[in-house]
Structures are given as structure tokens and as C-alpha cells.
């Protein structure tokens, strides 16, 4: 919507130069975008016949009333309605860093309670993140308590090469009553999906972001409803929003992002308990069972006097039946130090570490329905750590602060010694570091910052990371690099531009490539303007960038600011050979027929 757009753009631009008001500069690239799904739960619900059930079409228009989730005057300021052409698209009044988080809201029919739901609903909301992935740059789902660790688990594991933050949350007391917790979190969710590119589905309740396959709602009477018991949050909202960057999982890949919405359904939970019968085991066992997550006692322990039992779990697994072992302890891992765990070992069973149950569940459903896959190679994924479901012992192969040389010396010379003063320096000096290494193309730099537990996302004091930096200068060996330890596509600088925009404006093809296989894209706004831009590059006879624009993703029908398409300026000008070009580059790219 080319008109409102631009519309919307002069408004913003208008209200910036009003001398007399101390309005912050605003711009679309300071606004960031995020989808809401609502699924249901307590967060929306009223009270029927003296019971809790979800009420459909009321969520949005409530929202509209609270000015926490909802500034009207800058809506109406800049268009937002008729701009993304819906009523339930909301906007945050202005946060911290003057960034607006617009988001907009699908609301699921039937709205379900999450005792309702099934893996068909968590393949629904897959598919939704999927069609929109490029839209937004974070999705927060909204979702009832209950079983929402299992949703977090399934969707942590279906979501394959995830680059934006997916983030989990709803209320123990719906939004509508006067105390309650939903517009809390609904905030807190929306302010973390919009502002960090958190690479995760996380889940954040009552001030804390938690990796959604390490949690377990532990709570039903209290807004502090969930626990994440072997592994710290990954972020709280306290005075600040403080991000623990440490334990936030780093990207390791350039494939795109895509949801695997394939699940077994042949799976189950058992909870081992004392006197339980070798019939109930076996009872449980038969097919078509295909998955198993026994809950054992403590450290993964079973009675080791139980012969019968130990029979049925043998007879399982050696019929391929995957049984993983999880310890009904909230707090703790499998671990093999007591006789009564060897035999579960030599029963078959797959140890499955400190995962949750729920995870381990939502592992196993994913894992086994991996068709290409053979029973070894499933058990072996079983008990690998795919999304940080689980800690792997990385015992020494870590190097820590106090090992490197370099810290050392300069924080000798700063006379430092503590160890927080030290983190302190690492973290400021690191970041610029990595990127004067990625400017000079040097990955052995990068390799030995990365040892030294540098964060390779993290960006300068313009918000340049070392992709940025990289990409500028073309370095594809450098990207690749990043790329594979832990850089993220979607990082933003203080200008709003990512690696992409950066590679696109000097013009390094390869780095573009690399960057759209991984799942780059220009935003909403650029590739509105891309017509315009696409048009002067026509002009002036510049087959180069209208190429780098195409391999970045912009349409080339795409007409400019006055209604041409580049195509029609460069007949209009008589420039046969861009004409060629153009036609060329559309042919090979869309395969269309349609006249031009
Ligand atoms: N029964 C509700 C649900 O899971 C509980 C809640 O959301 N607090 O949908």
C-alpha cells in the first residue's frame, strides 16, 4: 500500500520536525514488529456458570482501553489502522531506547483452555510462525498455563534453524479482572520479542524469560507459576530488562528457518513408583507404542531387584521401542552412580540427562518422527542436546576468563583483580574487538575471541556486530564463520540496518547469497521502497545493483515512488540493454509469463 505508506511516512516525518515539542525522532526503522497468537487460556477468560472459559472477540477491544498495551494517538497519528489494513493491530507506548513495538493480534477460533490442546494445535501455530516468519521480528504466543511447558518444548524442537524470538505466555488470572498477571506479562513478552533477537522459544512469566524446554509449570495457586529448574533464566525484567547473553543459544547454522510440523504420536510418559507391576509396564509398552520417557527415581534409578520389570523394558527397547530415562526430581540429572541406574542402561534405555519430562516427550514425538532417520540414529538425537533441552558435561572444554592471556594483561594494567571487574572488561572490550578482527577478514582472531567466551552477536556502541562489519567488506569467509558460531541474520544497528542492507550497499553478491540462504530479508519497509530505489538503478544503467537487489530479495515489478516499474524506466529511456537484463533476471527468478 504504496499511498499510505507514504502517507503514514510523512505523518512520522512531520510530527519529528515539530520544533516545540520534545517528541524523540521517530522512524519506521525504530518501530519493531511482533505477531501475537492467541491460542486462549486464563488470559482471556470470563467467568460463565461460575467457571473459567475463554471469550472470543473481546481480547483486542479490551486492550485498546489500557494504555500499558496501547497508545491510541500515535495510531491514529500514523495511519496504523489503515497501514496494516486491521483493527487488531496494537502499538506500545514508547519504550526505553525510543523504539515502538507494533504488534498485532490473531486470535485462534475455537480460543482453547490448554488442557484442550494437542499436537495438531502446536502444528497450527508452527505453521502460522512459518507463513509470517519475514513479517515480524518476534512472535509472542499467548497460551494457557497448564500445558504450556509442553507447547514451549514441542514448538522449541519443530522450530529448525530459528532466528527470532518465539516467546511463550498468558496469566493465572485473566486479563480482565482488576489484579491480575496477564497485563504484566502480555508486556513483558511483547517488550523482549520486539527489542532482542533472542533466538529461542523461550517462555516469560512473572519477570522472567525462561527457555521454554527447560521449564515446568510448578505452581497453580501462585502468579510465580513456573520453574526452570536446570537452567537459569535467560533473562529478568527487573528496573531493566537484563539479558543473561551467556546462556542465550547462539545460531550454529546457514540453513533457513522452517517448522517441522511432523509428530509422533506414539509416545508416553511413565512414572515409576514403589510395587508398580511388571503388568502395567508391559501393558504400557505394547505397540503401537514407538516412544517412552520412564520417570525413575533420583539420579535414574530403578529397583535393581526387579527382574520381571527390568524383563519388560529389555523385551521394549530390543523390540525398538526408545525408552529414555528422566528422574522424577524437579532439580538434578541421570547420572550412573548407583548400581540400581546400570541395569537400566543395560535394560536399553537412553539416558536422558536433565531434560524435563515434558521436553524429553516433545524431543522423543520430534526426534521419532524423523522418517529418514534409522533407530540408531533417533536414539543417538535422543541424547544429543539439539536446543539446549539439555546440559552436555563440556567439562574443560571451555576456556574460561581467567584463562586468557590478553584480559589478563590489560586488566593487570587497570589494576583489576575481582572477577565481576573482570567479566565487566570483557564484556566492553570484546565486542569492538570482534569486529576490528572481522574487518580485517581474520577468523583466527574470531576463533580465539570465540575461546575466550566472547559472545559473537553481541554489537559495538553503534549496534554493529561483527556480521555487519563482515558484510560490508565482503569478507564471505568471515560470514560464514559468524554465521556458524552463534552470529544472528536479524541483528539491527543504531541506523536500523541489518548485515544484509549493509552487504546489499557494497554490493558483495556472495555475501548476499549466503545471507538470504540463512534467512535474511530486507524488511516491510525497505521492500516498500525498493521500487524507487530499483527505478534510479534503472536510470542510470546500473545492472550491478539492480542485481544485488534481486539476489536481496526485491521485487522487481515493484513500481517506484511515482507508479513506473524499473522496467518501464529503462524503456522509457530507450535503454535497450537494462531492459534485457531486467527481463533476463525476472525470467530466471519467477518463471512468469505474465507481460511485463
Ligand atoms: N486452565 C488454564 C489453561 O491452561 C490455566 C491458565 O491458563 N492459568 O488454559
Redesign the pocket.
Known amino acids: 500500500r504504496p499511498g499510505v505508506q507514504v502517507h503514514r511516512r510523512r505523518l512520522l516525518s512531520s510530527c519529528n520536525s515539530v520544533e516545540s515539542t520534545n517528541e524523540p525522532l521517530v522512524s519506521p526503522s525504530e518501530e519493531a514488529r511482533v505477531l501475537v497468537i492467541n491460542t486462549?487460556?486464563?488470559?482471556g477468560m470470563t467467568i460463565h456458570d461460575n467457571v473459567l472459559a475463554p471469550k472470543a472477540n473481546a481480547f483486542v477491544k479490551s486492550l485498546r482501553k489500557l494504555p500499558i498495551l496501547h497508545d491510541e494517538a500515535y495510531a491514529q497519528q500514523t495511519c496504523l489502522y489503515d497501514y496494516y489494513s486491521s483493527e487488531s493491530t496494537l502499538v506500545l507506548p514508547m519504550c526505553k531506547d525510543c523504539k515502538r513495538i507494533i504488534y498485532t493480534v490473531l486470535e485462534y477460533s475455537p480460543l482453547l483452555?490448554?488442557?484442550n490442546m494437542t499436537p495438531d494445535d502446536w502444528g497450527r501455530i508452527g505453521k502460522d510462525i512459518e507463513k509470517n516468519y519475514q513479517n515480524y521480528d518476534g512472535f509472542v504466543i499467548l497460551h494457557?498455563?497448564?500445558?504450556m511447558a509442553y507447547t514451549a518444548s514441542a514448538l522449541s524442537f519443530m522450530c529448525e534453524h530459528l532466528g527470532k524470538p518465539i516467546v511463550l505466555t498468558?496469566?493465572?488470572v485473566p486479563i480482565y479482572e482488576m489484579r491480575n498477571d496477564g497485563r504484566g506479562n502480555l508486556l513483558g513478552a511483547l517488550l523482549i520479542a520486539g527489542q532482542f533477537v533472542i533466538p529461542e522459544v523461550c517462555l516469560y512469566f512473572y519477570n522472567k524469560l525462561y527457555r521454554g524446554n527447560r521449564v515446568t509449570k510448578v505452581d497453580a495457586g501462585s502468579f510465580n507459576a513456573f520453574s526452570s529448574p536446570n537452567l537459569q533464566p535467560l533473562a529478568t525484567a527487573e528496573v531493566d530488562i537484563t539479558i543473561n547473553w551467556d546462556t542465550v543459544w547462539r545460531s550454529n547454522t546457514t540453513a533457513k528457518f522452517q517448522v517441522s510440523t511432523e509428530l509422533n504420536r506414539n509416545v508416553g510418559l511413565i512414572r515409576l513408583f514403589p510395587g508398580i507391576t511388571a503388568a502395567t509396564v508391559r501393558a504400557f509398552l505394547q505397540p503401537p507404542m514407538e516412544g517412552v520417557v520412564l520417570e525413575t527415581y533420583g539420579s535414574g534409578n530403578a529397583p535393581d531387584n526387579r527382574p520381571d520389570l527390568l524383563e519388560e523394558l529389555k523385551k521394549a527397547t530390543d523390540s525398538g521401542v526408545i525408552i529414555v530415562n528422566c528422574t522424577q526430581c524437579l532439580r538434578g540429572t541421570v547420572c550412573t552412580s548407583y548400581a540400581t541406574g546400570k541395569v537400566l542402561i543395560e535394560a536399553g534405555l537412553v539416558a536422558g540427562g536433565d531434560m524435563t519430562p515434558e521436553a524429553a516427550l516433545s524431543k522423543l514425538s520430534y526426534v521419532l518422527a524423523k522418517k529418514e532417520l534409522d533407530l540408531e540414529a533417533k536414539k543417538k538425537l535422543m541424547s544429543q542436546n539439539l536446543r539446549g533441552e539439555m546440559n552436555v558435561d563440556l567439562a574443560g572444554a571451555k576456556l574460561c576468563l581467567s584463562n586468557s592471556r590478553f584480559i589478563q594483561v590489560i586488566a593487570k594494567s587497570l589494576s583489576v583483580s575481582c572477577k565481576e571487574e573482570l567479566q565487566a572488561i570483557r564484556d566492553a572490550l570484546t565486542p569492538p574487538l570482534a569486529c576490528a578482527a572481522a574487518k580485517i577478514g581474520d577468523v583466527e582472531a574470531l576463533e580465539a575471541l570465540r575461546e575466550m567466551g566472547t559472545n559473537l552477536c553481541l554489537g559495538d556502541y553503534d549496534g554493529r556486530t561483527p556480521l555487519h562489519v563482515a558484510a560490508c567488506e565482503g569478507h564471505l569467509k568471515v560470514v560464514q564463520y559468524l554465521l556458524r558460531h552463534g552470529a544472528t541474520v536479524y541483528a539491527k544497528d543504531r541506523f536500523g540496518d541489518t548485515p544484509l542492507c549493509n552487504a546489499v550497499r557494497f554490493r558483495h553478491k556472495e555475501v548476499v547469497k549466503l545471507l538470504r540462504q540463512t534467512g535474511a530479508h530486507f524488511s516491510r519497509d525497505k521492500l516498500e521502497e525498493a521500487g524507487t530505489e530499483l527505478c534510479s538503478l534503472a536510470a542510470s544503467s546500473d545492472l550491478e545493483g539492480l542485481e544485488i537487489w534481486s539476489l536481496a530479495g526485491a521485487d522487481l515489478y515493484k513500481p517506484g515512488y511515482d507508479g513506473q516499474t524499473a522496467i518501464q524506466v529503462a524503456q522509457d529511456s530507450g535503454k535497450k540493454e537494462v531492459v534485457a537484463f531486467l527481463v533476463q533476471i525476472m525470467s530466471s527468478n519467477y518463471k512468469v509469463t505474465d507481460p511485463i
Open positions: 486462549g487460556g486464563t488470559i483452555d490448554s488442557s494457557g498455563t497448564d500445558t498468558g496469566s493465572q
